[in-house]
Structures are given as structure tokens and as C-alpha cells.
């Protein structure tokens, strides 16, 4: 976008073109990614956030199928105890509803489906807080 940016920077229709050209590619990259089922904008950034704090800057090519598997299971997993719970009545005020969640995700979501607790075990509050603030980002905003 720099370079655009410098290129045309006197040429205001040209810039125009040029910076909508890159938005489509933006968009269309993001189209080709592979979402394993889930919902691109609601559901697949808690598959980035789980695949980044487990296994870093890797890429999905570059993980195993076992690896996959494992935070497809956890994302799910993950979902399914945040869309329930964010439907209750006043959840993201309530202090103990969000901690009871934190609570239920470690104790039987993160720790006990990776039998490399090691990945997970020393940051799981801090992996549990990232958790919680996508959910309420995606999910408690109305």
C-alpha cells in the first residue's frame, strides 16, 4: 500500500484504481482460505487465535494432521460453551457467569484434549483471557 501510495500520489484517479485493486485482492485472499467448517467471520478467528498461541507463527501446511485435529476439536468445543453461555442475560457483566466459562474452557476443554499439556498448561489463563475477549468482541457487541 506504501509503494501505491507513493506511486500515485499525485494522481488521484489512478490512486483510486490502484488502492481498490488491492482491497479486491485483500478480499479474495481471504476467500481461499481453508475455514475446516466454520463460520469465516464468527467462528474461524477462534481457530487463528487457538492455532497461534499453540503452535506459534506456523502455518496450517506446516502442522500435522493430528495438530489440526486437535484445534478443530478445541475450537468447537470452544464455541459451543461461548454461544450458550453470551446468550444469558447480562453475561458480559456479570463477573462470576465469566468466570465460571473461564473456569469450564480450562478444566475441560483446553487441558484435557491435548495430550501435550505442556503447550497449553503455563498459559492456559492467559489463552482462556484472549478466548474471552474475541468472544466479546464477535459476540457481545449488539
Not at 497461534?52 to 460453551?81: R, V
Request: hydrophobic letters at 35%; proline letters at 2%; zero cysteines.
Amino acid at each position: 500500500m506504501k509503494r501505491i501510495l507513493e506511486i500515485y500520489r499525485e494522481n488521484w484517479d489512478e490512486l483510486a484504481k490502484e488502492l481498490e485493486k488491492l482491497r479486491e485482492e485483500m478480499k479474495k485472499g481471504r476467500e481461499n482460505e481453508e475455514t475446516f467448517g466454520f463460520e469465516p467471520k464468527k467462528e474461524m478467528p477462534f481457530f487463528g487465535l487457538l492455532k497461534k498461541e499453540l503452535y506459534g507463527e506456523k502455518t496450517i501446511d506446516e502442522l500435522s494432521k493430528d495438530d489440526i485435529d486437535l484445534l478443530i476439536d478445541l475450537t468447537q468445543n470452544i464455541l459451543s460453551i461461548i454461544k450458550v453461555n453470551v446468550k444469558v442475560v447480562d453475561f458480559w457483566e456479570n463477573y462470576s457467569k465469566q468466570k465460571q466459562v473461564k473456569s469450564y474452557i480450562i478444566s475441560n476443554i483446553l487441558l484435557p484434549n491435548d495430550n501435550r499439556n505442556y503447550l497449553i498448561y503455563n498459559r492456559r489463563n492467559e489463552i482462556v483471557q484472549k478466548i474471552m475477549e474475541l468472544a466479546y468482541h464477535l459476540y457481545g457487541k449488539r
